[in-house]
C-alpha cells in the first residue's frame, strides 16, 4: 500500500481518484445482444447461454419444484445464517415503509403524495466461483415487502445446468416469482424486453461485471429504470489512536479479497497506526486463499495520515466511500461530520462483513463516488411516488388568477383557458 | 384526432406507444462538447454561446445585483402569482421532509438510515420563445428546502445578453447560489465537469431538447446522477358520462399547444363523449395563438371509448401517463384503479395547469411510460440516504456466526476472519 504523510492537495486528489471504467467500446456489442434477444427471445437467451456458459438449456425457468426442494439440500447451520440475516433485513428495511403525505395547500386545494410499488422489477445475480445468495436477500426482501408483484431473477446457470442450492434456497424464502438462468448482458436484455420465458420489467437491479454495467446503462437509454451505476467495490477505514490495527487490517483484507479492481483506502490521524496496520496487513494476508487477488487490490491502495479530524473528513467525504468504517472508541462523535458515504460502520465491533451479510443494512450501494447523490438500495427504490391534486370549484375561484398570469407569461394561453373557462361566472 | 371504439389489444398496443427518440447519433456531438468543455472550461462556452445562442458574454454568472434588482422589473400582478405558486410548492414540498429510519434489529445490532442533502445540485432551464420561470420554482424550491449548499442554475441567455426579469426574480426567491447564462448541451457538460465559473454539481435536473437530454445521458454514464430521462410531455384524460366536454377539450388542448410532439389521449366509458369532446377541441382550437403547435399534436393523437371502467384503467396504466385528469363527478371511486402515472388531477374543476403551475405538486414529471418505475421530482429527489450500523462485542458475539457461514459459503474467508479476530475468547 502506498503511505501518505500530510499529503498534499495534488496527492489527495490522485488518492481519491478512481480508476475510470468507461463501457463506450462495449456499445456495439451490447446493441447486437440486445436486437438478438429481440428478435429471437428465448431462443437467443439459450443460443448465449450455450456460448458464455457452455451449457445447453431445455429450459431457461427454474421449476417451482426445484425451488421448493432445495431447502433439503442445504447444511442446517447455513440454513439457519441465512435465516438470521433474512429476519434482520427484513426489519431494517420494513421500518422503511414509505407513508402518503398529504397538505392543503390553500382552501380547496389538497395535494397528496402516494407511494406505489413498481410493478414488475428485475433482479441480476452475478455467477463466478460462489454462489453470491447475500445478493438475492438484498434485492429480494425489499422488492418483496414493498409489494411489487413480479420479481424476476436472472442468474446464469452453473456448467451442470442448475442454479446451487443455497441461492436456491433464499429464492424460495423471498418468493421470487420467475426464476431465470441466464447471465451477463443478455439477462438484462431480456428483462429489459421480455421474452417468452423472462418477462419484461420496470426496474433492473444488481451487480455485473462489465458487460452486465453496460447493458443497463442501455437498458436506461431505453427509458428502464435501474438501482445505479456500479463499479468496483471500496472500503474506507478511519482510525484515531484509539482504532484495533487487528481488526483494521483485517477489514482492509476483507475488501482486497473482493476483486483486484477493489479499493482500500486507510486513513488515520496517528501515523504510529500506519506502521501497525502496515505489519498486521503483511502477516494477515498470508492467512488468506485469496491471497493473490488481495496481494493485487492492496497494490494501488492507499494509507493517509492527516494531521486532524477535519482533514480526515473532507478527503472522506471527497472520496464518498462505498463502504465507510470507523475503527474508534469515539466514533459516535464523528458521525456528524459524514457528508457521503454509502454505508457507515461504526465503531470497533462493527466489521464491513456484518453489512454485507447480516446487520440488516442493504450491501448494494453506490461506488466511485457515487455517494454524493445516489443511495444504496432501500425500501424505498421499489416504489415510485404518484402525486394527487384535487381542487374545489371554490378553490380554483382564487388560485386561478394566478395560474392564468404566469401561463400567459409563459406564452400559454390554452393553460389559461384551461382555467377560465372553469371559473367563468 | 384518431377514434378508437373497443380498440383490439392490437390497437391499444399502438395507442400507447410512444415514439422512439433515441439520442444514439448525437453521441459524437456530445461527446466533443464534452471535451471541449473540459479542456477549456468558460472559454468553450462563452464560444458555444456565441454560435448557438448569437450573444457574445464577458460574464457567464450574472451577478448578485441584477437579481436583486429584478424584483422592480416585474409587474405587481406577476410577482403576486409567483408568490403565490411559491408558497403552495413551497408547503407541499416542505411537508416530504424524510425522516431517521432507526431499529435495533437484535440486541446490539442497531441499524439506521439518514437521508443526507445532496451537496451540490444543478438545474437546467431550457431558453426558447418564453421565459419558463415556473420550472425554476419546481426544482429550486425543494432544492432549498433539503438544504443542498450549493444550486447551480444554467439557463441560454436572450440575444440581448440577459435573462428575463420574472426568471432573475423566481432565482432570487429561491436562492440560487450560481446563475450562469449558457444553455444546451454544454451548461450540462459544464455542471458535470467543472469550469471556472460553473460549478461541478453532483446532480442534474430539468427538461431539455434532444441534446439536452443526450448530455443527461452521457453525464450519467460518467457517473452523475440525473432527474430522470425527458421526452415530450403528455396527458391523458379520462371520462365517464359525468366529465364536461368543454373542460375536456381545454385540457387536452393545453397539452397539444406545448408542442407538435406533444402525446394527448382521451379515454372514455361513454360514447357521446367523443363526440362533444371532439366538436370543442375543433372550436376552442381556433382560439389558441399557438394553433399551429396543436393542430400537429392533435395529428398523432386519440380518442378512445371503452365498454368499462376497468378496460379504461388497464390502458392507462400500460399507458402510465406524466399527467393524468379524471374528469368526473365521481373521479374519488376510480383513484385506487391508479399504479402507475406521474400526477392526477382530480375532478372536473383540477386542470392540469394547476400543478404545471400552483397547487403545490410538481410539474417535472415521468414521461413515455417511465412513471411505471420512476418518480416526478420531489424533495427525496435532492437528498441520497444513507445507512449506518454500530454492533457492539456482544452483538457480533451472537450475529458473528451467521456471518461466517454465510461469508465461507461465498468462499470469502477475509470476510469472516473480520469477525472471528474481534469476537475469539
Not at 495534488?10 to 436486437?35: C, G, Y
Not at 486507510?266 to 496481494?295: C, G, H, W, Y
Not at 477535519?310 to 465507510?324: R, T
Not at 457515487?370 to 415510485?384: D, I, P, R
Request: charged share 20%; hydrophobic share 40%; aromatic share 6%.
Amino acid at each position: 500500500m502506498k503511505t501518505y504523510t500530510n499529503p498534499t492537495l495534488e496527492e489527495i486528489k490522485s488518492i481519491i481518484q478512481r480508476p475510470v471504467f468507461s463501457t463506450d467500446h462495449l456499445d456495439a456489442v451490447i446493441q447486437s445482444v440486445f436486437s438478438e434477444v429481440e428478435s429471437t427471445g428465448d431462443q437467443a437467451l439459450k443460443t448465449f447461454t450455450s456460448k458464455y456458459d457452455e451449457v445447453e438449456l431445455d429450459q431457461i425457468i427454474v421449476s417451482p419444484e426445484e425451488i421448493k426442494n432445495a431447502e433439503k439440500n442445504i447444511p442446517v447451520e447455513l440454513k439457519r445464517s441465512i435465516d438470521q440475516a433474512y429476519n434482520n433485513i427484513y426489519q431494517f428495511h420494513k421500518a422503511q415503509i414509505p407513508q402518503i403525505v398529504e397538505v392543503v395547500t390553500q382552501p380547496g386545494v389538497i395535494c397528496w403524495q402516494k407511494p406505489v410499488p413498481i410493478s414488475s422489477v428485475g433482479l441480476y445475480i452475478p455467477g463466478g466461483s460462489a454462489p453470491l445468495f447475500s445478493t438475492i436477500l438484498m434485492l429480494a426482501i425489499p422488492a418483496r415487502i414493498a409489494g411489487c408483484k413480479k420479481i424476476v431473477l436472472c442468474t446464469p446457470p452453473g456448467k451442470d445446468g442448475k442454479i446451487p442450492a443455497a441461492m436456491l434456497y433464499v429464492a424460495s424464502l423471498c418468493k421470487i416469482t420467475h426464476l431465470c438462468m441466464v447471465g451477463g448482458s443478455q439477462a438484462i436484455a431480456a428483462m429489459a424486453l421480455g421474452t417468452e420465458s423472462v418477462p419484461q420489467v420496470d426496474k433492473i437491479f444488481g451487480p455485473g461485471n462489465q458487460y452486465v454495467t453496460a447493458a443497463k446503462l442501455h437498458a436506461f437509454k431505453l427509458g428502464k429504470a435501474i438501482d445505479m451505476p456500479a463499479g468496483p467495490s471500496e472500503v474506507l477505514v478511519f482510525s484515531d489512536e484509539s482504532g484495533i490495527p487487528e481488526y483494521i487490517a483485517a477489514d482492509l483484507l476483507s475488501q482486497a479479497e473482493h476483486g483486484a479492481d477493489s479499493q482500500v483506502i486507510f486513513v488515520t490521524t496517528d501515523e504510529n497506526m500506519v506502521t501497525q496496520v502496515e505489519q498486521e496487513v503483511r502477516s494477515q494476508l498470508e492467512l488468506l486463499p485469496r491471497k493473490e487477488i488481495a496481494i493485487e487490490a492492496l497494490n494501488h491502495s492507499s494509507m493517509v495520515c492527516v494531521p486532524d479530524v477535519n482533514d480526515a473528513f473532507n478527503l472522506i467525504n471527497d472520496y464518498a466511500p462505498e463502504h465507510f468504517i470507523i475503527a474508534s472508541d469515539r466514533a459516535d462523535d464523528y458521525l456528524d461530520l459524514i457528508e457521503n458515504s454509502g454505508s457507515v460502520f461504526i465503531g470497533n465491533y462493527t466489521p464491513e462483513s456484518a453489512g454485507d451479510y447480516a446487520s440488516g443494512t442493504n450491501h448494494t450501494l453506490p461506488t466511485a463516488g457515487a455517494a454524493k447523490a445516489f443511495s444504496g438500495v432501500n425500501l424505498g427504490s421499489f416504489y415510485k411516488k404518484i402525486t394527487f391534486q384535487k381542487i374545489t370549484k371554490e378553490g380554483l375561484t382564487d388560485l386561478g388568477p394566478s395560474i392564468v398570469h404566469m401561463a400567459r407569461e409563459e406564452q400559454l394561453e390554452g393553460h389559461a383557458q384551461a382555467v377560465t373557462r372553469r371559473i367563468k361566472q
